[in-house]
């Protein structure tokens, strides 16, 4: 039995014995371990590096944040008052940097400051008007552009102006606009009737830097021809606006792309202007005089001017109907009377 056991006491030594070597390669991968916990341990640092300058960042947002008239506002219970306007002007002045300075590619920002109910109205124009429109253009689309007009001079003085798109710009026409009424004495048609062709035109002149010789004469011959309408109308605004019933053409265009150059009521008035003697009225002529004037209402739907001219000719259609009414009456009240005193004698 001993025999037997000694070479089993034996047998386990000997493997102990060959690990040696074995152990002896084990350094080598403790020292990847150990690299790689030194790597998990510098990433570790560079995390919290990371956290403690964004923390210290947020906490100096949160600082600058606290220091904002916005939250001064909000959290001064005695000074409420003040710090609802306080929020109101920053409302209008990040919608402004947001908008682009003042409106947007064809927008007109609106805020109310007096009410306590504060809204902000961004008010869409026309295409055709963008931020780089010459501002007199853009005050012209939003005061002028589209309003029924009925007075003779303001008519003459559009229906020329009209006339020079053929070789000015709106943007140049309304920036030399002072010249032009200069010129031409205001647009009094009978006034600019008297004007002597030749002297107007003479180079040099004042009136040769506005439009070429032929187009300075046609806006004379026209003020003839005015004085001849008006003679037979009453007013040439009459006239005019006898074409479409003394009511303004709504078109309710959505797109830039649905207005057009010229209509067949510009064409019928162009063909009837040319037979009386007017010059430089041709059919685009006229339709842009007619959509200046507000015979024809082409600002877009979404345009925040459209409303307010369709509103002004209803208001203008409503004051005529009760100026007829009333003249009818003054015509109708007469012959009762002369009736009466008949029928008694």
């Given at each position: 039995?001993?025999?037997?056991?000694?070479?089993?006491?034996?047998?386990?030594?000997?493997?102990?014995?060959?690990?040696?070597?074995?152990?002896?390669?084990?350094?080598?991968?403790?020292?990847?371990?150990?690299?790689?916990?030194?790597?998990?341990?510098?990433?570790?640092?560079?995390?919290?590096?990371?956290?403690?300058?964004?923390?210290?960042?947020?906490?100096?947002?949160?600082?600058?944040?606290?220091?904002?008239?916005?939250?001064?506002?909000?959290?001064?219970?005695?000074?409420?008052?003040?710090?609802?306007?306080?929020?109101?002007?920053?409302?209008?002045?990040?919608?402004?940097?947001?908008?682009?300075?003042?409106?947007?590619?064809?927008?007109?920002?609106?805020?109310?400051?007096?009410?306590?109910?504060?809204?902000?109205?961004?008010?869409?124009?026309?295409?055709?008007?963008?931020?780089?429109?010459?501002?007199?253009?853009?005050?012209?689309?939003?005061?002028?552009?589209?309003?029924?007009?009925?007075?003779?001079?303001?008519?003459?003085?559009?229906?020329?102006?009209?006339?020079?798109?053929?070789?000015?710009?709106?943007?140049?026409?309304?920036?030399?606009?002072?010249i032009f009424r200069e010129v031409f004495l205001d647009f009094d048609p009978i006034d600019v009737s008297k004007l002597n062709e030749k002297r107007i035109a003479v180079p040099g002149s004042p009136a040769s830097s506005l439009l070429s010789e032929l187009k300075l004469r046609s806006i004379i011959e026209n003020?003839?021809?005015?004085?001849?309408?008006?003679?037979?109308?009453?007013?040439?605004?009459?006239?005019?606006?006898?074409?479409?019933?003394?009511?303004?053409?709504?078109?309710?265009?959505?797109?830039?792309?649905?207005?057009?150059?010229?209509?067949?009521?510009?064409?019928?008035?162009?063909?009837?202007?040319?037979?009386?003697?007017?010059?430089?009225?041709?059919?685009?002529?006229?339709?842009s005089f007619m959509q200046v004037a507000g015979v024809t209402n082409d600002h877009l739907i979404n345009c925040f001017r459209f409303q307010e001219c369709t509103t002004?000719?209803?208001?203008?259609?409503?004051?005529?109907?009760?100026?007829?009414?009333?003249?009818?009456?003054?015509?109708?009240?007469?012959?009762?009377?002369?009736?009466?005193?008949?029928?008694?004698?």
């Open positions: 039995m001993k025999s037997i056991r000694e070479p089993e006491n034996k047998e386990p030594e000997k493997p102990a014995t060959k690990k040696k070597p074995t152990n002896e390669k084990q350094p080598p991968q403790e020292t990847e371990s150990n690299n790689k916990s030194k790597k998990k341990c510098g990433i570790g640092k560079f995390v919290v590096l990371r956290q403690k300058s964004m923390n210290a960042s947020c906490s100096s947002y949160a600082s600058s944040e606290s220091s904002s008239p916005l939250s001064r506002a909000s959290s001064s219970s005695s000074s409420w008052s003040s710090g609802r306007t306080a929020v109101r002007r920053n409302a209008v002045m990040v919608r402004k940097k947001q908008c682009g300075g003042g409106g947007g590619e064809n927008e007109v920002l609106v805020g109310d400051n007096s009410t306590d109910d504060f809204q902000l109205q961004i008010k869409k124009r026309c295409v055709w008007v963008t931020p780089t429109t010459d501002p007199s253009y853009a005050t012209f689309h939003d005061e002028e552009w589209g309003v029924p007009v009925h007075d003779d001079k303001k008519l003459f003085e559009l229906l020329s102006l009209s006339g020079a798109l053929a070789e000015l710009t709106w943007p140049l026409i309304l920036n030399k606009r002072h003020a003839r021809q005015i004085c001849k309408v008006t003679d037979e109308f009453g007013s040439f605004d009459k006239y005019i606006w006898n074409f479409v019933n003394h009511k303004p053409i709504i078109s309710q265009f959505r797109y830039s792309r649905q207005v057009p150059v010229k209509t067949p009521k510009a064409e019928l008035i162009s063909k009837d202007l040319v037979k009386r003697g007017f010059r430089s009225v041709s059919p685009t002529v006229i339709y002004k000719g209803e208001a203008r259609v409503k004051d005529d109907y009760l100026e007829a009414k009333t003249k009818v009456k003054e015509l109708e009240d007469p012959i009762d009377v002369g009736l009466s005193r008949a029928v008694d004698d």
